[in-house]
């Protein structure tokens, strides 16, 4: 394990996670499903690329697809997300919720998670409260509304931008009720347009957590198979050469102690058909489980075939259901390679954090952090937030309470 090597992850993976979405801001992903797909063809192209070329492609392991399910599942309701109520908010949101099936699952050793003990419990629950009552925070905070977005482009001059520029969040100043009800057609009938306002008030906020308790459990199944050849295999082994070869190691008698008892049960061993490996630890001189960033392959594997599902299931609904034809961004192709590539780097970022590095340093920090880098961006580039007094106000504290969460979060460990 390298400290730096994590730090390095957690870097790449904040700021790819805070920057990915800013790619299609210029392009309506629709409904999100044509998006999502060709997001997730660049993701798992970028994965087999990483796979052959940097980990001599390790064995695959299906159970680790599951994480990918969970994730492109969570995916598919960004788009929808991010049209309501704008990226930095929707990336707070779901970054909070990410964080906390991260800590929770960990803190009480649930969803295939080993529980693992932290010497500041009481901390650590009060850093989870605080990182909860920040997104509350960030609820209330409103948007720019439309004389000052005219006014601040005017002081911008920034009318150079407005014929490349057609993806833009024209909402009046509100909370996050307000947000979700300027977002209805300004065609649409009054009746309509309140009935929508009411139905996006509950199911725009749900998604947002909805997405971040998959994204927050992604990582669950990867963690599931490391931790299993440790338990089983990897930890009973001291010599390197068997270590290297847990295989050979069940043909010959180094498998029995003095009294007779296996060390290992080589069939189960067998019963992984040479998925299952270890990997040794010269410095530490240890036999070690399977590395985390191995899993990155089969983990975006899961991503592809699940993407291509819903994908499907959208097709088949859209156009013999309805009778309709699916939404279809011929422009939106190259930036969703683009996104899917981002997203990649980023999340093989925070396989090598979370490797590294305790998951009580790399999840509050990882998750936290985009929502951070998403909102100054809409803030500088896209006039998302209001810069009222009181509003930044409200802004700088809920950055400050999220601070705060990571910080006691890490302190705790």
């Known amino acids: 394990m390298s400290t730096i090597i994590g730090f390095i992850g ?135 509304g439309a004389e000052e977005k005219a006014e601040r482009k005017k002081k911008k001059n920034a009318s150079k931008y407005a014929n490349s520029v057609n993806y833009e969040y024209e909402y009046e100043s509100g909370s996050l009720d307000k947000m979700i009800s300027d977002g209805t057609d300004s065609g649409a009938s009054a009746d309509a347009a309140t009935a929508k306002s009411k139905n996006l008030r509950y199911i725009v906020p749900l998604a947002a957590v909805a997405a971040g308790v998959l994204f927050g459990s992604c990582f669950n199944p990867p963690v599931y198979v490391v931790d299993q050849s440790n338990q089983k295999f990897c930890s009973h082994i001291s010599d390197e050469t068997f270590c290297n070869d847990i295989n050979r190691y069940c043909e010959t008698d180094f498998n029995v102690e003095k009294n007779g008892s296996k060390l290992i049960n080589c069939t189960d061993l067998a019963s992984y058909k040479g998925r299952m490996y270890c990997n040794y630890d010269t410095k530490k001189k240890t036999c070690g489980p399977i590395p985390l960033e191995d899993m990155v392959f089969s983990q975006f594997t899961g991503i592809l075939m699940t993407s291509f599902f819903w994908c499907v299931a959208y097709i088949l609904y859209k156009q013999w259901w309805l009778g309709g034809e699916p939404w279809v961004n011929k422009p939106l192709i190259g930036p969703g390679f683009a996104c899917g590539a981002v997203w990649a780097f980023a999340q093989i970022g925070w396989f090598f954090a979370n490797a590294n590095l305790p998951l009580s340093v790399s999840f509050p920090i990882t998750t936290t952090a985009p929502g951070l880098i998403g909102t100054i961006i809409g803030i500088v580039f896209f006039d998302e937030v209001s810069l009222k007094t009181k509003n930044l106000s409200m802004l700088v504290f809920a950055i400050v309470m999220a601070g705060v969460a990571d910080g006691l979060i890490t302190y705790s460990m």
């Open 10 to 144: 957690i870097i790449i993976a904040a700021v790819g996670f805070g920057t990915n979405f800013l790619i299609i801001k210029k392009w309506s992903p629709g409904d999100g499903m044509f998006f999502q797909l060709n997001m997730t063809i660049a993701i798992w192209i970028t994965g087999t690329i990483f796979h052959i070329g940097m980990r001599d492609s390790p064995p695959f392991q299906p159970f680790a697809m599951i994480g990918g399910a969970l994730w492109a599942t969570g995916n598919a309701l960004c788009p929808f997300i991010i049209e309501h109520i704008g990226m930095g908010l929707g990336l707070l949101i779901w970054g909070t919720a990410n964080m906390s099936i991260g800590w929770a699952s960990s803190h009480f050793g649930i969803l295939l998670v080993a529980k693992q003990s932290v010497s500041k419990p009481t901390i650590n629950v009060i850093g989870f409260i605080i990182a909860v009552a920040s997104v509350m925070v960030y609820s209330q905070i409103k948007p720019m």
